[in-house]
């Protein structure tokens, strides 16, 4: 098979799986925090230049922005379960068929999620209870930011497809500029030009231009299975109906996810601009935790799918113990360190002592325990990357969505504090990570048995 290039494709398949897994992971982590980076900006030029009704209606957006995203992320993550299979199994023309249908299926996204986010944004801020003094902010960074869709799809799918053969540098070089772009851009347009959350949605989406137009040229521009030529785009109906039943259920556990934290964010909402601002400012911090982790939860789909396309069942078990190992280490130092050093870093975001005392009172509940969600991710990723991708979105509709749409029903009606509202994620994640654990473990006996047929046929 003609691979990309030997430097940058890589054979996961054999070899120390752990330092694979890091040297894998680490330009991932590093690649989704300057994602992060973003938002970051965001919310800290507004906090700081706009004030605190600023910083609530950009920092507010999060939880919408995902529950309408989070399904076509999940298409993406589709696309890389597919390549790297048909990269382990060495089918050069099942990854062709893969990267013309997956880059076809970005922009059509985009485009759809450009049309339903801008033209809902206000409705949806309504459904969701967002304060009146937000809402007319919240409602003008939601269109415009949803304006530059069609680009952040385009670059989800195009970086799956080199993460699928192991290259997870490049697209962390094209986030890099792009992130330098973006805080140039906030500070011109929020101090100079004084446009305030309209400034910082559009250097979010002139930025996500630069790194999907420059990382598709990556593809255009390779020389082996993985080129990408722009007159070929169209749909493969086997590749496609191979990304859906992989991607869509992924994507629906992410939505059911996000539709639990907009329910949440929706009771936060109750509490007012200020608790809404310290909410928002936490959980921009905590996203930061939470992409180091998923980093390596990513990285077992990978792993998982090349080993599955190759048929070396016997390393599965490496595959995710070592993910595991290294979610939870980072969990407890990341985690551990945001819970300890929680009131200096939201020091960063406001300088109202109110905005946050409620932000710290989120953070250190999620931050002290996210490694119990990191073993969620990674064990719910290794059995996407078996192939079994609607068993764990069942379990987290059941584990997570319904388990904290139940709480907030009952328990939070009970003592109406957001205390009673952020511990309901740490038990969500202990339910949900045991249940996965269960399944992952029928699973993997299943497969250890064909892996013996097949050596004895």
């Given at each position: 098979?003609?691979?990309?290039?030997?430097?940058?494709?890589?054979?996961?398949?054999?070899?120390?799986?752990?330092?694979?897994?890091?040297?894998?992971?680490?330009?991932?982590?590093?690649?989704?925090?300057?994602?992060?980076?973003?938002?970051?900006?965001?919310?800290?030029?507004?906090?700081?230049?706009?004030?605190?009704?600023?910083?609530?209606?950009?920092?507010?957006?999060?939880?919408?922005?995902?529950?309408?995203?989070?399904?076509?992320?999940?298409?993406?993550?589709?696309?890389?379960?597919?390549?790297?299979?048909?990269?382990?199994?060495?089918?050069?023309?099942?990854?062709?068929?893969?990267?013309?249908?997956?880059?076809?299926?970005?922009?059509?996204?985009?485009?759809?999620?450009?049309?339903?986010?801008?033209?809902?944004?206000?409705?949806?801020?309504?459904?969701?209870?967002?304060?009146?003094?937000?809402?007319?902010?919240?409602?003008l960074y939601l269109k415009i930011y949803f304006i530059g869709m069609?680009?952040?799809?385009?670059?989800?799918?195009?970086?799956?497809?080199?993460?699928?053969?192991?290259?997870?540098?490049?697209?962390?070089?094209?986030?890099?500029?792009?992130?330098?772009?973006?805080?140039?851009?906030?500070?011109?347009?929020?101090?100079?030009?004084?446009?305030?959350?309209?400034?910082?949605?559009?250097?979010?989406?002139?930025?996500?231009?630069?790194?999907?137009?420059?990382?598709?040229?990556?593809?255009?521009?390779?020389?082996?299975?993985?080129?990408?030529?722009?007159?070929?785009?169209?749909?493969?109906?086997?590749?496609?109906?191979?990304?859906?039943?992989?991607?869509?259920?992924?994507?629906?556990?992410?939505?059911?996810?996000?539709?639990?934290?907009?329910?949440?964010?929706?009771?936060?909402n109750s509490f007012g601009s200020t608790v809404v601002a310290g909410?928002?400012?936490?959980?921009?911090?905590?996203?930061?935790?939470?992409?180091?982790?998923?980093?390596?939860?990513?990285?077992?789909?990978?792993?998982?799918?090349?080993?599955?396309?190759?048929?070396?069942?016997?390393?599965?078990?490496?595959?995710?113990?070592?993910?595991?190992?290294?979610?939870?280490?980072?969990?407890?130092?990341?985690?551990?360190?945001?819970?300890?050093?929680?009131?200096?870093?939201?020091?960063?975001?406001?300088?109202?002592?109110?905005?946050?005392?409620?932000?710290?009172?989120?953070?250190?509940i999620i931050c002290g325990t996210y490694l119990l969600c990191g073993?969620?991710?990674?064990?719910?990723?290794?059995?996407?990357?078996?192939?079994?991708?609607?068993?764990?979105?069942?379990?987290?509709?059941?584990?997570?969505?319904?388990?904290?749409?139940?709480?907030?029903?009952?328990?939070?009606?009970?003592?109406?504090?957001?205390?009673?509202?952020?511990?309901?994620?740490?038990?969500?994640?202990?339910?949900?990570?045991?249940?996965?654990?269960?399944?992952?473990?029928?699973?993997?006996?299943?497969?250890?048995?064909?892996?013996?047929?097949?050596?004895?046929?």
């Open positions: 098979m003609t691979q990309t290039r030997a430097d940058r494709s890589a054979d996961l398949t054999s070899g120390p799986m752990l330092q694979k897994i890091i040297l894998f992971s680490i330009p991932l982590a590093a690649s989704s925090i300057l994602q992060l980076l973003f938002n970051a900006a965001d919310v800290v030029v507004v906090g700081r230049f706009s004030g605190s009704t600023a910083l609530a209606a950009v920092g507010s957006n999060g939880s919408l922005i995902n529950l309408l995203v989070n399904l076509f992320v999940g298409l993406s993550l589709g696309a890389n379960v597919v390549a790297a299979r048909c990269f382990g199994a060495k089918d050069e023309h099942g990854i062709q068929d893969t990267v013309h249908t997956a880059v076809t299926l970005g922009l059509t996204s985009g485009v759809l999620l450009a049309v339903v986010g801008f033209f809902a944004a206000r409705s949806l801020l309504e459904l969701m209870s967002c304060p009146e003094d937000v809402i007319d902010l919240s409602s069609p680009m952040n799809m385009l670059y989800n799918f195009s970086s799956a497809l080199l993460r699928a053969v192991g290259d997870t540098k490049r697209p962390l070089y094209c986030l890099a500029a792009a992130g330098i772009i973006n805080v140039v851009l906030n500070l011109v347009f929020v101090i100079g030009f004084s446009m305030s959350v309209a400034g910082v949605a559009l250097a979010t989406i002139i930025s996500e231009t630069v790194s999907a137009c420059l990382v598709t040229a990556m593809l255009v521009r390779e020389k082996g299975a993985l080129h990408l030529d722009l007159h070929k785009l169209g749909f493969h109906a086997g590749t496609l109906k191979q990304i859906l039943l992989i991607g869509l259920p992924a994507g629906l556990q992410s939505t059911v996810f996000s539709l639990s934290n907009v329910v949440i964010q929706s009771a936060i909410s928002s400012a936490s959980s921009n911090l905590e996203g930061f935790v939470y992409t180091a982790m998923n980093a390596f939860a990513q990285a077992a789909v990978t792993f998982t799918s090349q080993n599955m396309g190759a048929r070396k069942y016997h390393n599965l078990d490496r595959v995710m113990r070592n993910c595991l190992l290294c979610a939870v280490v980072t969990g407890i130092l990341l985690g551990g360190g945001a819970a300890l050093a929680g009131r200096q870093l939201l020091h960063f975001y406001s300088s109202d002592e109110a905005v946050i005392a409620a932000g710290y009172e989120r953070l250190w073993i969620m991710d990674t064990l719910a990723s290794s059995l996407r990357g078996l192939g079994y991708s609607v068993l764990p979105m069942v379990v987290s509709l059941i584990g997570s969505c319904l388990l904290r749409l139940v709480w907030i029903a009952t328990i939070f009606q009970l003592n109406r504090t957001p205390f009673m509202l952020y511990i309901s994620y740490p038990i969500s994640w202990v339910l949900t990570a045991s249940v996965h654990l269960i399944c992952l473990l029928v699973v993997r006996r299943k497969l250890q048995k064909k892996g013996q047929n097949l050596q004895a046929a």
